[in-house]
T-cell receptor, first 113, second 115 residues
Framework: AQSVTQPDIHITVSEGASLELRCNYSYGATPYLFWYVQSPGQGLQLLLKYFSGDTLVQGIKGFEAEFKRSQSSFNLRKPSVHWSDAAEYFCAVGNNAGNMLTFGGGTRLMVKP | DADVTQTPRNRITKTGKRIMLECSQT?????MYWYRQDPGLGLRLIYY???????NKGEISDGYSVSRQAQAKFSLSLESAIPNQTALYFCATSGGGSGQGHEQFFGPGTRLTVL
């Protein structure tokens, strides 16, 4: 069975500081990995995805993530956080059949002025 | 116009009532999904459908049923709502196939409260 762990439930960073959100997954084969963002009262928007190839993937809004197979991790990073980045972030792993997307519990990001 | 729409956006109902949540999409995707979101638990899959004649249970299907009326429409029903079904419900679609087809596109969500 596949699973995703996001160890940090809440994170607070100052505006302009760097950000790293952690994601660890469990899946027996090469995973499909995703990061979604949910702003208050909104649906989920895809930030970036990893299917294969280069392990450092670039996404929207200045986000990037690195797939590390040896650590079963797919951490999300941003070099300089903006106040508008305050939201909840979800990491997800998809199976090869495309019928199962398993989400982590989410990390709520707060940005201090 | 939104590609994936959900109606209603908010609903308050009472224990024991039947309720239906509807999802429509204009993306032309074959695959559709229903999830529920609870604080700290992320999103969990309730049901999914790969085409009009294909319906499958997800991780937490008990207490729910679905209907795929057409390629573009997928509805979720609670036959007899109970308070622990209070949650945020999301519909999603994907194009299928490998690689890019695994990406899912989400609707805006329906907030359901069962009193």
């Amino acid at each position: 069975a596949q699973s995703v762990t996001q160890p940090d439930i809440h994170i607070t960073v100052s505006e302009g500081a760097s950000l790293e959100l952690r994601c660890n997954y469990s899946y027996g084969a090469t995973p499909y990995l995703f990061w979604y963002v949910q702003s208050p009262g909104q649906g989920l928007q895809l930030l970036l995805k990893y299917f294969s190839g280069d392990t450092l993937v670039q996404g929207i809004k200045g986000f990037e993530a690195e797939f590390k197979r040896s650590q079963s991790s797919f951490n999300l990073r941003k070099p300089s956080v903006h106040w508008s980045d305050a939201a909840e972030y979800f990491c997800a792993v998809g199976n090869n059949a495309g019928n199962m997307l398993t989400f982590g519990g989410g990390t709520r990001l707060m940005v201090k002025p | 116009d939104a590609d994936v729409t959900q109606t209603p956006r908010n609903r308050i109902t009472k224990t024991g009532k039947r309720i239906m949540l509807e999802c429509s999409q204009t993306k032309g995707h074959d695959r559709m999904y229903w999830y529920r979101q609870d604080p700290g638990l992320g999103l969990r899959l309730i049901y999914y459908s790969f085409d009009v004649k294909d319906i499958n249970k997800g991780e937490i299907s008990d207490g729910y049923s679905v209907s795929r009326q057409a390629q573009a429409k997928f509805s979720l029903s609670l036959e007899s709502a109970i308070p622990n079904q209070t949650a945020l419900y999301f519909c999603a679609t994907s194009g299928g196939g490998s690689g890019q087809g695994h990406e899912q596109f989400f609707g805006p969500g329906t907030r359901l409260t069962v009193l």
